[in-house]
Nanobody
């Protein structure tokens, strides 16, 4: 079992920057992917970005490329989402996600919510215009 705890959400103005963090704990294997999804009011949950723990390869949604950066701190088992040039449409609850496996097949970077076994409780990000 893996626990994910997000922090760092808040209220900012359009054009501002914000960084959210997610600390992972529990039974984590080196074959590990962490990422972020978000859900705005009245909208479906959508993929934001993800990162492979072993080599740092990342994937991001087109809507955030060039503005959001995902990174990790291996020693702290923490993943970060640096959000720059925020827009009101970025307002959402941001969920940290993770998947780990003891198997030899690498856990894939996927934009599908079904690809992740563990979810955090979410942190609210609100961008005012």
């Amino acid at each position: 079992q893996v626990q994910l705890v997000e922090s760092g959400g808040g209220l900012v103005q359009a054009g501002d920057s914000l960084r959210v963090s997610c600390a992972a704990s529990g039974r984590i294997f080196s074959n590990f992917v962490m990422g972020w999804f978000r859900q705005a009011p009245g909208k479906e949950r959508e993929f934001v970005a993800a990162i492979k723990w072993t080599n740092g390869i990342t994937s991001a949604a087109d809507s955030v490329k060039g503005r959001f950066t995902i990174s990790r701190d291996n020693a702290k088992y923490t993943v970060y989402l640096q959000m720059d040039s925020l827009k009101p449409e970025d307002t959402a609850i941001y969920y940290c996600v993770g998947k780990t496996s003891l198997g030899a097949v690498p856990v894939p970077l996927t934009p599908a919510a079904s690809g992740y076994d563990y979810w955090g409780q979410g942190t609210q990000v609100t961008v005012s215009s």
